[in-house]
């Protein structure tokens, strides 16, 4: 059984993210998403649980899907999940360096292979920072995010801030 660990901070999750899912449950048995802290990153928009509950709305069409949100390090739940491989998305080249590096701590860490998949053109762009900057401001994102994490923004912004 072959099982892909995709972490992330999904903060929030968008359709660039659910397309590196929905690929990776072609090419894994089934595949364990974790909404995990950054500590790179300051003040997250959504707590661990509401990315959580927006992400199984999401994803609610994929039966090889589980997600999980926790604050621990990333081996660690690979080795609680017994992952095969961690799989990431890439968007552009600069995604690479930083990417590289992590796949590299971990697999120092726990041996553990990372393994990457090039989003589409379509969704290079996508990034949750700006989605959370363009929501903030009033803008529309619905052409770049599952109508649940939609109507969370939504909420989240209502009234202005
Ligand atoms: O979506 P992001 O912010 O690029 O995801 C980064 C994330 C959450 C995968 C990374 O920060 C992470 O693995 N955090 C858990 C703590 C950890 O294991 N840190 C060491 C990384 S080498």
Redesign the pocket.
């Known amino acids: 059984m072959t099982i892909a660990l995709i972490?992330?901070?999904?903060?929030p999750f968008h359709n660039g993210h659910l397309e590196v899912v929905e690929r990776a449950t072609r090419l894994f048995d089934s595949v364990v998403v974790?909404?995990?802290?950054?500590?790179?990153?300051s003040q997250p928009l959504f707590d661990l649980e509401e990315r959580q509950e927006m992400m199984a709305e999401a994803m609610a069409h994929l039966p090889t899907v589980t997600i999980v949100s926790v604050?621990?390090?990333?081996?660690?739940?690979a080795r609680e999940v017994g992952a095969t491989a961690i799989v990431?998305g890439l968007r552009v080249v600069t995604d690479f360096e930083?990417?590289l590096?992590?796949?590299q701590?971990?697999r120092s860490?726990s041996g553990v292979e990372t393994l990457f998949i090039p989003t589409s053109a379509g969704h290079s762009f996508i990034a949750?920072r700006l989605l959370r900057e363009v929501a903030r401001y009033g803008g529309d994102v619905s052409a770049f995010v599952p109508p649940a994490v939609d109507r969370r923004l939504r909420q989240k912004f209502a009234g202005g801030s």
Request: glycine residues 4%; charged residues 20%.
């Open positions: 972490p992330g901070s999904f903060d974790a909404a995990l802290r950054n500590p790179q990153k604050s621990t390090l990333l081996v660690e739940v990431k930083n990417e590096q992590m796949a701590m971990n860490l949750s």
